[in-house]
């Protein structure tokens, strides 16, 4: 629940919490009653909360008669958007808020004994603290010793002193495992007897008033154990194993510090507290818990939990597989055939286990994944993509992933998350695959097909917070209500109790902790090793620093050392799993910070890949805006980068998509108007054109090929609201996107563009220039020209011209081909003549064209190469402030240095088109880019000053 908590004060006629005072009238009152609260105005700081009257909701829930079964109120709504049902009325004349309701009816149940709330604004973004429990009921029965609800620890033969009130006169029954071991005949306020423990009780005390009202209480009496310590056997590690000679035999193992002793319950023992099964101790590492069970049926499968001194009981946190009472019930049959019901009873989710089981059979077992500056990376949610939203509809529509030219699926988090209908980023459990989309088995034979058909599997994951379904969260949090649920407590081994960054949602985790390095080390292996996946996009690495807060949106942002050091750390781990696997940040940083990762041990071929935003600049363009329209930055240079690291990408889960922009924002000019479906449809070619051409790892979003234009922000009911990011979209095969002619010819489109990028290694070049809307040559803006060029090559294709107009008027582009002679269009095998590298070519608005010099016209090399404009800098890195710029065929040549955030930092003319030029690098120490621009092209080399 999204509340605060607080301990228990008893009710009094006018009750004050921190700063909030309230009243309740009638006190006491029956669940059937009707009651008003009542909260005076001055209890609101109506400012800093920024509402006015009648702006005030309630968030509440109810306990039973036990003051635990928490349940939320059923008309609470989502935390960031309260239900209008939930308002507080505005008294003027008094100056108060006030709601009046029946127990039993506002909270839907019966058998209230307790109910809790607090204050909000409608967003959430203010509340009151701490929160507020009120009793229910006109008999008040206060458990003085031991508190209600709590677990007190006592040897066998010790006893202990139950004292508990009333506030009218009652009789009491005191019952040790529901049998009656004292009463009372004389009503009293009060109580108390002192118990002889003698083994584990489950305690109640009852009191039942001369009008036969009836109020209970529950507590647990538990007997200490003796753990026995002993070394944990080899074959054994955190979590569930399978002896590797003996199928009869499972171990399992917990790292639980801070506990006294640990139980396993399940269906092997009949979810009882044995002692049979009290876990042991290892001797190197106290804190951890292990047993060895025996006499396990193969091929049965068996479900437990485990359940540590202070009662928690939780799911194993290495579950390659667990049962939620939570989500299980509303999954198909169709989906997940012959799931196992949840055991009754067990509350949260339970793990499960089978000896004995035949593994999958893998017809591909030395896949050969893509190179990293060949990705072409398809991300996909696999609940909006297909109507079925499982693996085998993902299955069966292989042919149309492939036939797209990518080669790599990006899975949005498919790990066990809360629900089944969600983005995935709320995680509970990171080692066990979410049995929403189908079963085990079916996904590997999805990676299996997708391996055979050379698509590479990239898994999205959340290793930044873990929601409060966690096991690792639960076993060490603060939960006064017993609803397993609450605030991270000082002692958690895994978690912040305050977030250490500005984007937090969930529990933080904290990553210089050595359990939480084992956990998501641990997480890595088994998705890598157990399902062959090929790499993973880790989610918000903004949040991997201990060195911020939750409102220090600045220091979230800026450079963190420790970020960078923790994060190195676990691309150490990820590549000694496996060496060749694809690592792949989300953290949109800055360059200093990114260049620490793409850079990092760039010598043996690895270094991370980082998302590289340019939906902002990207969808001006295909809007027909020239403002901040400059995607340069698609340039892997221009972050400082060594190698070709920058996922680019024009739209992802996480952005507006560009042709709802297209089509709410487009601009016009006369007849021609970007807002018309069929002109901003094909736009989106010319962006594919812009986008696949320029070397290095693309991402694009799913159905963007089809110019899928349902707003990110699109509710059910068809509105659009920033509430509604995660909610299901229409699925665009069900709508018949894929059989649209318009539509299907961006698909075709950019499929023909990717195979042409495929095909031709010059695509793999370092050599590139990305000139968007450049406006010293095209002072009206949106011009793209792409040079990709690569003179090392002997054979086929060395260079590549891409020119588009974005703009919504016919132009007539200057193409500045590096030399002249026959070019050929890409798309239609056509011929281009150049005589002229400066002669304009007429493009119609929203228009391009991908040029490349032909194989005949390359094939003595040296003499070609000695035509061809080219530039050099001497005695790179530049020292003493002099650079030596070597040029040839710079027909007109201007010279402009731009440092690596694209500012231009000088530009002059060169006199003659061969030669030398001495440039004085009064810059501070940094890398920059020279751009040589003539009539026969262009030219750009990489210059580092120190």
Same mark, same amino acid.
């Given at each position: 629940? &999204? ?11 006018? $009750? ?35 509402? /006015? ?29 309260? %239900? ?57 029965? %206060?458990?003085?010793?031991?508190? *209600? ?62 009008? /036969? #009202? ?5 507590? @647990? ?20 194993? !399978? ?6 035999? =499972? ?37 951890? !818990? ?13 479900? $437990? ?18 049962? /939620? ?52 990376? !398809? ?184 970020? =960078? ?49 340019? #939906? ?6 295909? @809007? ?19 190698? @070709? ?14 042709? +709802? ?30 986008? +696949? ?5 693309? @991402? ?20 659009? %609201? ?41 695509? &793999? /070049? ?52 590096? $030399? ?31 040029? *490349? ?63 030398? !030029? ?29």
């Amino acid at each position: 629940m &999204k509340k605060l908590y607080s301990t228990f004060l008893l009710l009094i006629t006018a $009750f004050l919490f921190g700063q909030i005072s309230y009243t309740i009238n009638p006190n006491p009152f029956n669940e059937t009653n009707s009651v008003t609260l009542s909260v005076p105005g001055n209890q609101i700081d109506e400012s800093a909360w920024g509402v /006015s009257g009648n702006a005030i909701y309630i968030w509440t829930w109810s306990l039973d008669l036990n003051y635990a079964n928490s349940q939320d109120c059923p008309t609470n709504g989502a935390w960031t958007n309260s %239900n209008e049902l939930n308002r507080l009325a505005y008294n003027a004349g008094t100056d108060t808020y006030s709601l009046t309701f029946t127990p039993t009816t506002f909270y839907n149940r019966t058998g209230i004994g307790r109910i809790g709330f607090l204050l909000k604004t409608k967003t959430g973004d203010h509340q009151t603290s701490p929160d507020i429990f009120v009793n229910v009921g006109t008999l008040s029965l %206060n458990l003085t010793n031991p508190a *209600a609800n709590s677990l007190t620890s006592v040897p066998v033969g010790n006893s202990i002193n139950i004292t508990a009130s009333t506030n009218i006169n009652a009789t009491y029954q005191l019952k040790a495992n529901g049998t009656v071991i004292n009463s009372t005949s004389t009503p009293s306020t009060s109580y108390s007897y002192n118990y002889t423990v003698t083994a584990d009780a489950n305690m109640e005390i009852i009191a039942t008033d001369a009008n /036969s #009202n009836v109020k209970n209480a529950t507590f @647990m009496l538990q007997v200490p154990r003796n753990v026995v310590s002993e070394a944990i056997p080899s074959w054994i590690r955190q979590g569930i194993n !399978y002896n590797p000679t003996d199928n009869t035999k =499972v171990g399992l193992a917990l790292y639980a510090p801070f506990k006294n002793f640990v139980h396993v319950i399940g269906s092997f023992n009949n979810w009882t507290v044995n002692d049979a099964y009290l876990m042991k101790r290892d001797t190197t590492n106290p804190d951890l !818990y292990w047993i060895e069970l025996t006499g396990i049926t193969p091929q049965q499968l068996y479900t $437990f939990q485990y359940r540590t001194n202070d009662l928690r009981k939780v799911a194993d946190p290495f579950s390659p597989q667990i049962l /939620s009472s939570y989500d299980d019930q509303y999954i198909s049959a169709s989906t997940y055939p012959n799931l196992p019901v949840f055991p009754a009873g067990q509350g949260f989710e339970v793990s499960t286990f089978k000896t004995g089981e035949t593994p999958y059979n893998w017809q591909v077992t030395n896949f050969q994944r893509p190179n990293k500056q060949d990705l072409i990376v !398809y991300e996909l949610l696999l609940r909006d993509f297909t109507q079925e939203k499982n693996w085998q509809s993902l299955i069966d529509k292989i042919n149309y992933l492939k036939s797209l030219k990518i080669n790599a699926i990006e899975l949005m988090p498919i790990m066990e998350f809360e629900g089944n209908l969600s983005w995935g980023y709320n995680t509970s459990f990171h080692y066990a695959l979410d049995k929403a989309y189908g079963t085990p088995q079916k996904f590997k034979e999805f990676i299996d097909l997708c391996h055979q058909n050379g698509i590479a599997v990239i898994l999205d994951v959340a290793f930044n917070h873990a929601t409060g379904r966690s096991p690792l969260a639960r076993l060490w949090n603060i939960d006064p209500d017993g609803d397993g649920y609450g605030d991270i407590a000082a002692n958690n081994p895994y978690f912040n109790t305050v977030p250490k960054h500005s984007y937090n949602v969930f529990n933080d985790f904290n990553h210089t902790s050595p359990a939480t390095k084992y956990y998501v080390e641990r997480t890595l292996q088994q998705w890598l090793t157990e399902y062959k996946v090929d790499g993973f996009r880790w989610d918000l690495t903004k949040g991997f620093t201990q060195n911020c807060s939750e409102n220090d949106e600045t220091c979230t942002n800026a450079y963190q050392q420790d970020r =960078v050091d923790i994060l190195k750390y676990y691309a150490d781990k990820q590549w000694a799993l496996d060496p060749n696997s694809y690592m792949i940040f989300e953290h949109l940083g800055t360059d200093a910070e990114e260049q620490q990762w793409a850079n990092y041990r760039i010598a043996e071929g690895k270094g991370v890949m980082l998302w590289n935003n340019q #939906n902002g600049p990207y969808n001006q363009n295909t @809007m027909g805006y020239k403002e901040n329209s400059n995607y340069d930055r698609m340039d892997h240079e221009f972050h400082g980068f060594s190698n @070709m690291s920058g996922v680019g990408y024009g739209e992802s889960h996480d952005e507006e998509r560009l042709m +709802f922009k297209n089509l709410a924002y487009g601009a016009v000019n006369g007849t021609y108007n970007v807002t018309n479906l069929n002109t901003a449809l094909e736009r989106m070619k010319t962006f594919g054109a812009t986008f +696949f051409t320029i070397p290095g790892p693309k @991402m694009i979003w799913q159905f963007g090929e089809l110019g899928y234009e349902f707003s990110i922000n699109r509710c059910a009911d068809g509105t659009i %609201n920033n509430n509604c990011r995660t909610d299901e979209k229409p699925i665009a095969f069900t709508l018949g996107y894929d059989t649209n002619v318009n539509r299907k010819a961006i698909y075709d489109t950019w499929a023909q563009i990717i195979n042409i990028r495929n095909a031709n290694p010059v695509f &793999k /070049s370092k050599t590139y220039t990305v000139e968007s809307n450049n406006l010293t040559n095209d002072p009206n803006g949106l011009i793209t020209r792409i040079y990709v060029y690569d003179n090392t090559l002997t054979t086929g294709v060395k260079n590549v011209v891409v020119l588009a107009n974005y703009d919504t008027s016919v132009k007539n582009v200057v193409p500045y081909f590096p $030399f002249t002679g026959q070019w050929q269009n890409l798309m239609d095998s056509t011929i281009l003549n150049v005589t002229s590298t400066t002669d304009p070519i007429t493009l119609q608005p929203g228009e391009f064209r991908i040029f *490349a010099n032909p194989v005949a016209t390359l094939a003595t090399g040296e003499e070609n190469l000695d035509k061809r404009l080219s530039l050099q800098i001497a005695d790179n890195p530049v020292k003493n402030g002099l650079a030596t710029l070597i040029y040839h065929k710079a027909k007109n040549g201007q010279i402009m240095i731009y440092d690596m955030s694209g500012k231009r930092m000088d530009s002059f003319k060169l006199k003659n088109e061969d030669g030398t !030029y001495e440039l004085k690098t009064n810059y501070p120490a940094g890398t920059y880019l020279v751009h040589l621009k003539t009539d026969n092209g262009v030219a750009i080399q990489k210059m580092i000053v120190q």
